[in-house]
């Protein structure tokens, strides 16, 4: 069972917005943590997505983007495409683990 | 460039020991953690470990504590991971992948591990 919670699923249309929560506690987001997100296409490696909370590595859309509130953190999807289906997974620091943790992840589906 | 290339699939019955590779190149590989991830069929990823290749010094998730060994060979630029039994609840892949300013942001194509019983 993973720390951080992310929904199962998400869908929406070619050109929708879609956002994906992470939920977390006080001993990772909430305790200043910095969250990173991945995203996983069917059968290959994961990529990084976002560093630093919000920032996109070179070559990431500008159709990505993501905040941090809390003891969450959220990733919007806008102008949603067909190869943006992929699984979505956030990822932070543990305290109580003393380790980095991935989210439950989050199957994207463009309908 | 900087590349993580590990090693083949494996077939492996339970009881067999394993160890998979990933090697690094493009870079000073003594001066960046090398983490493990496991995925199983179908399900999400999981943090397995890290070790720094510079001292060797290794740090486990607690679920793999004692499952697995996670070392390195600064020699040959190359990061372990390796079973003493196998399980076939081992079945997975995994992926190793380098920490560098920006996060885990570098990772090798992953080692499809099928353990049969």
């Known amino acids: 069972q993973s720390v951080l919670t992310q929904p199962p699923s998400v869908s929406g249309a070619p050109g929708q917005r879609v956002t994906i929560s992470c939920t977390g506690s006080?001993?990772?987001?909430?305790?200043?943590?910095?969250v990173y997100w991945f995203q996983q296409l069917p059968g290959t490696a994961p990529k990084l997505l976002i560093y630093g909370n919000t920032n996109r590595p070179s070559g990431v859309p500008d159709r990505f983007s993501a905040s941090k509130s809390g003891t969450s953190a959220s990733l919007a999807i806008t102008g949603l495409q067909a190869d943006d289906e992929a699984d979505y997974y956030c990822?932070?620091?543990?305290?109580?683990?003393?380790?980095?943790?991935f989210g439950s992840g989050t199957k994207v589906t463009v309908l | 460039e900087v590349q993580l290339v590990q090693s083949r699939a494996e077939v492996k019955k339970s009881g067999e020991s394993l160890k998979i590779s990933c090697k690094a190149s493009?870079?000073?590989?003594?001066?960046?953690?090398i983490g493990w991830v496991r995925q199983m069929p179908g399900k999400g990823l999981e943090w397995m470990g890290i070790i720094y290749p510079g001292d060797s010094d290794t740090k486990y998730s607690p679920s793999f504590q004692g499952l697995v060994t996670i070392s390195a060979d600064k020699s040959i630029f190359t990061a372990y991971m390796q079973w003493s039994s196998l399980k076939a609840s081992d079945t997975a892949t995994y992926y190793c992948?380098?920490?560098?300013?920006?996060?885990?942001?570098?990772w090798g194509q992953g080692t499809l591990v099928t353990v049969s019983s």
């Open positions: 992948t380098r920490q560098d300013t920006r996060g885990w942001s570098q």
């Open positions: 006080s001993s990772n987001i909430g305790a200043g943590y910095v």
């Open positions: 493009g870079y000073s590989f003594d001066t960046y953690w």
């Open positions: 990822q932070s620091y543990d305290s109580s683990l003393n380790g980095d943790v």
